[in-house]
């Protein structure tokens, strides 16, 4: 799986960083993907993280 944000619609909320901190990392206006192809055992919390993303900004692309 491959994780990937819209910076466009991302505006910083942090909601996928409380989500999976592992993965992401909130900015003042933008997150940033510390791991972009997270392992298997984490995708719980990498879907909870595209699911409470109040601007949808993310999503996951499977490989």
């Given amino acids: 799986m491959r994780?990937?944000?819209d910076l466009d619609l991302c505006q910083g909320h942090g909601m996928c960083e409380l989500e999976a901190p592992d993965?992401?990392?909130a900015g003042r206006d933008a997150v940033t993907i510390l791991n972009e192809n997270p392992d298997e055992s984490q995708r719980a919390e990498v879907e909870a993280a595209?699911?409470?993303?109040?601007t949808q900004a993310l999503k996951i692309v499977e490989e």
Avoid: A, D, G
């Fill in 3 to 5: 994780v990937v944000v």
């Fill in 50 to 54: 595209v699911r409470f993303c109040p």
């Fill in 23 to 25: 993965i992401f990392e």
